[in-house]
């Protein structure tokens, strides 16, 4: 795993990382590549090459434990641990290797095999059973196999850690503005209020819930030939029961085995792992905006960074930049990710290629998120609130306390609540005093009179401070 974290480490000058950033195609291989590229190892080309060099010789060793496999009898420690030297010791220029053969094969995982043969040829005890890489299999067994653990490590160990750091920050506002009151707005226009830090939880357990579900989801292969019925596998040792040997394979690799198959895995948990992504995101989304709303209105400051510019002829400006750029990868990821999970689980009869260049593009929807992801939690810690203009909206809508005096007043059976005290605030300047002398004019016991007296647009958020304080109860964050 060590020697593949070479390709996210910059090994060129850097003028030609310049020149790379401005030749590339995609952003996320030029301007962002610096935030994106711990997806490389696994979500790159070179992943794949590895990941498929990974489960080739995984096969040959499972192949050596089957005692009516007789040709490929047991490998002495020293062959085993030259097997796993190559896929400890997968290198770039291992993989230039592979696409040199590729060159002349025109088929990327037949070079994957040659690469193998070529690598081994030279060891006595492994030589004698190079025909057995890739024995029975069809490409797709190595490339459903490689895809899945692709996922699984980008997941585990880039995506998921993001995501709960983002998670963690949101939770971290929460509880910090648990007691600062903030004026709803339903509609665009006053409603009652609730505390910023309330507002923080509803996002925190919302994004905890999608990536639990995305970390739940099974990671599913198959091993069962051209069609999916072991037919070569059964051809050749009709004795050994193929689906068993193929079930221990898979799961071996730490992956959910699919029985029910034709040449292809036929992507439906993918499809269901993408749309769950793209769900997060769209929380996500809503959070972006709602934040980018919360600037607009003069409730949070962004903390300025010297140097730093927010428009070519507004010097005044310190736009939110990091939400719009949140908001916008977002937008870009979901739409890759809806056509993934619309696409993948297609495929005519047995099997048709459409999928192969699609699956390519994996790597493209999942650095979109995660680009997202570190720019909102580069936001969040750019934000200081202004307590100051949430106080001036509070001051100034005391109307918004039409609610619990009408409901005080259904309480205690007084005729008409809702309609006298529509009456008083629909569409009229409402005021503190006005507000008081309607509720010392009602007739109501002392002490609920005494009680909605004391009411303010700043202390009427009802339980939004213990909601806020309560987040680490309902947020989850698991493996």
Known sequence: ??????????TASSRDLEMLNLTALSPLDGRYWGKVKELASSMSEFGLIYFRVLVEIKWLLKLSYIPEVTEVPSFSKEAEKYLQGIIDGFSIDDALEVKKIEK???HDVKAVEYFLKQKCESHPEIAKVLEFFHFACTSEDINNLSHALMLREALSTVILPAMDQLIKS???????FAYVPMLSRTHGQPASPTTLGKEMAIFAVRLSEERRYLSETKIKGKFAGAVGNYNAHMSAYSNIDWPHVAEEFVTSLGLTFNPYVTQIEPHDYMARLFNTISQFNNILIDFDRDIWSYISLGYFKQITKAGEIGSSTMPHKVNPIDFENSEGNLGKANAELTFLSMKLPISRMQRDLTDSTVLRNMGGALGHSLLAYKSAIQGIGKLQVNEARLKEDLDQTWEVLAEPIQTVMRRYGVPEPYEKLKELTRGRAVDEESIREFI??????????SQLLKLTPHTYVGAAAALALAVDEAVHLGP
Do not use: Q
Request: glycine share 4%; charged share 30%.
């Open 1 to 10: 795993m060590t020697s593949r974290k070479v390709i996210a480490m910059a």
């Open 104 to 106: 002349v094969t025109n």
């Open 170 to 176: 949101i939770s971290l506002m929460a509880k910090e």
């Open 440 to 449: 010392k004019g009602l007739d109501l016991p002392e002490e609920a009179k």
